[in-house]
């Protein structure tokens, strides 16, 4: 089974084709350029060099969020398309499992953090078990305060992953000391290669999607939904 995987869930777009659990190749480019200027390019790019046509590709996997509201809806509606045009399946991974899948068999916990803006992060929390990444916290938008009480209930340390590292870190050591753990560049930011992965583990356990039925995850409404809701507030206060 050839998949083709994409995660565009933050300014990191990546993109990785995998063959019957061979990774034969993946890109990443974490820049400041749209992933509407960058993601068919590298899906073309990486397929050439792969000596592939979306014709020979089983399955299209996406990272469906959390995440960035504009990058999921890109990711999400650019593997409908392509899996639309071939008439394939396709797999939808959460975003914090695949971050979470970029430390295989590590001690401790591992804790993906995802900036959300308002004061908030899109996190999970996750221990490796005989083999199997198993969740302990479900996916959750909440503030970087509540995360750190809830891991102070747990004695292990803590591998934090993803792009909500940089606005916390200090408070994070601050407040866990040397449990706080944040591993190199190349892992604790989103791979393809890991979205490819758990979509195979997917795929073999006959959990395929439509491409019709694939939708985001988002956890929150977006800033445009939230402006609506109060605006449509004030307008009624204003006619009663």
């Known amino acids: 089974m050839k998949i083709l995987a994409l995660d565009t869930s933050s300014i990191v777009a990546t993109v990785a084709v995998m063959d019957e659990g061979q990774l034969i190749g993946e890109y990443i480019i974490n820049h400041k350029r749209t992933h509407s200027q960058k993601l068919m390019p590298m899906i073309e790019a990486l397929l050439k060099s792969c000596e592939l046509t979306m014709e020979d590709i089983d399955l299209v996997a996406v990272a469906k969020g959390p995440g960035s509201f504009t990058g999921l809806r890109i990711g999400v509606a650019t593997a409908k398309g392509l899996a639309h045009a071939v008439d394939i399946p396709v797999v939808g991974i959460s975003t914090l499992d ?13 804790c993906p953090i995802l900036d959300a803006r308002r004061s908030q992060v899109y996190t999970a929390v996750y221990k490796w078990d005989d083999e199997c990444l198993n969740s302990i916290e479900e996916p959750m938008a909440v503030s970087v305060e509540e995360l750190v009480e809830k891991l102070l209930e747990r004695p292990e340390k803590v591998i934090f992953l993803g792009d909500g590292i940089g606005a916390n870190q200090e408070y994070l050591i601050e407040k866990l000391g040397d449990r706080a753990i944040f591993p190199p560049n190349s892992v604790k930011m989103q791979r393809a290669s890991s979205v490819a992965e758990l979509a195979m583990e997917r795929a073999q356990n006959g959990e395929i999607e439509n491409y019709y039925e694939l939708v985001p995850t988002y956890l929150r409404k977006s800033e445009a939904e939230r402006q609506y809701e109060e605006k449509m507030r004030r307008c009624g206060k204003s006619e009663s």
């Open 98 to 110: 695949a971050l979470a899948f970029n430390m295989p068999f590590s001690e401790g916990i591992i």
